[in-house]
């Protein structure tokens, strides 16, 4: 037996008393983060809904803290669980911080009167979220990311040992989503909470999570470190993407390649390419990049967005059969632009391309390139 | 502060205006009674009125108030359980339900010559309440929408109206002229044997729903965040049903179906008290349906003396548009 706060053994998920998922086998230490990815549909909610008790399991069990949580009480599930859903909260005539004392609501006496402890915790959750400035406007009248920190509170002075989370940084800007994830991870470190959500960043999954769970297509398909499941083609096949589309080392997505014969060479390097790739991609422009070492930033875009990438390894020099070949493509191409301004000693080949180019002609400046493809559609 | 400050004045006003009509119900009339000859009634010391105070007015307007705070709890109870600020017994078509088992029951058995206990009026109207009810909670599960359930609700009670009526007209007797009266709702001719009844049934359910308090503002964030707080979701839906059903056949055995208390009181309340919060609203929607009906009921008696008008006129003439300004709002915060 491993040492799980929470585990689902062989546990069926569905609605309506139809198993969507079947046999899922998932737990969590305290002091982890847990996070389901897959894609729109697949089910990541249907097993966070079972896994709280909104939904009926359709098969197996969930124990919670070494009890199957079918036959404990509420109020004892209350004080280890708390939730942040995705499900508006009503909150008539309340404002934050009446949200955030519901939170308190296990710990009260008969009527739920707040005592001196119980708000002083819920001033700390508040604080925690960074959350004093608006928690005492209307709940209805806040912005939706500011609800979403406020949730959280209320979840946090619920004093759980076990977060549950719905996509929490949905309605969150970029800023407010790491904000609180870093919360999340300062409530793992400091209280040893266990955290289990969904994300849809798969980014931001990458970096917080201790383990992922795949889910896809009405199934557990993988469950691991993040270094186990963020690899370009596993990530690929399980959101269904075309191969290119993801890059596993930066957690990003590119938008699919613009194909055809080449229309523009594009000389790159150090980062100095991106920009220009991206440009031409959203203009609908099929491009070729090179010559590229295949350590350079720039190879990891080009490959994504290129419809040819020249490269010689990493650290090695321009040999003559790539040299050859970016010839033989400059040669092809309408135009050429050169986003370097400097060439190392292994970068030589790369300033003759760029040479050969300007006496054929061929060489623009990126400013002029753009004005050749301005708004959205080819030439 | 402010808060508590809202919360004294707020609860002092309301017990001010239920003292100050209770007097004003007693003195006003067909006869007139004067405040002292009301008070040496109370004290016991006689007046030349004393029978129309003593076993009149007093009880009539005793009953007045618990039943209109009973319909206004239940009213509050409802718009909780359906998370729709205009439910209530007489929109969801509740006390209709009650008002046709109560009339088939009583023509049951005034027609046998056999007297009707208030006991077995509350047990008849509670059928019927619960009858209604369980439509309306099948409608409930079947649609989301707010509206529909209204409108569902709103329907039902007009059939269980219809039925009430054929049924009504054609038992011709001299008894059930009365119970057409009845049907449309009216506080006269209540007697400190009912008082008794009502008393029994609505004060019990009324510190049932005060202790439920706690529970109720879980379940006023939604199903989900109350189940994860500790509520028992199940049992405290139950529970719900049955005292507002309690509360609202209670009422109906008394005094007939009567219209917009239930939706105007507790809305009434939120904007004085401006908290939704159930441990200050059961009390406060209580007091407020008590001076609600104290008020309507005087203003049916007096405004056309000797002409009694029915109440349900009167509550609806105040309460309606309480929900047509509920509706408005609501479409304003686009909720």
Redesign the interface.
Known sequence: MDTWYIHTEHMDVGYDGTPLIRDIEIGIRRGEILTLIGPNGSGKSTILKSM???LKLLGGVVVLDGQAMAAM???????K???V?T????????TGED?VS??R??Y?G????LTATDKQKVREAIALVHGEDFAHRPF?QISDGQRQRLLLARAVC?EPEIIVLDEPTSFLDVKHKLELLEILKTLVREKNVAILMSLHELDLAQKISDRVVCVADHSVDRCGTPEEIFQNQYIETLYGMDEGRYNALFGSLEMARVDGLPRVFVIGGGGSGIPVYRALQRRGVPFAAGVLAENDVDYLVAKALAVQTLSVPAFAPMNEAVMAEARALVCRCEHVVCCLTAFGELNQCNRLLRDEAAVRGKILPVRRLFDLWTGGGPA | MEKRARLWIGFFSLLLSLLGLMVWNINAGSVHVSPAEILSVLLGRGGDNAIIVHSIRLPRILATALLGGALALSGFLLQTFF?NPIAGPFILGISSGAKLVLSLTLIAFLSRGVAVGSVVLILASFFGAMLSMSFVLLISSKVKRMSLLIISGVMIGYICSAVTDFVITFADDANIINLHHWSLGSFSGITWGNVGVMTAVILPALIVAF?L??PI??Y???E??A??????IRAFRAALILLSSVLSAAVTAFAGPISFVGVAAPHLM?SLF???KP?IMIPACFLGGAVFCLLCDLIARTAFAPTELSISSVTALFGAPVVILVMLRRQK?NL
Do not use: D, H, W
């Open positions: 709280i008790r909104q009480r509420e109020g004892e599930i209350a004080k669980m708390a939730i859903m499900e508006r909260l009503r909150a008539e005539l309340m949200v519901t939170g609501y296990p009260t008969r009527l739920g009167i209805a619920q | 998370a202790l308090s706690k503002s879980a006023q964030l939604g989900v965040y189940q994860n707080m500790g509520v028992n939120r401006k908290t939704a441990i915060e």
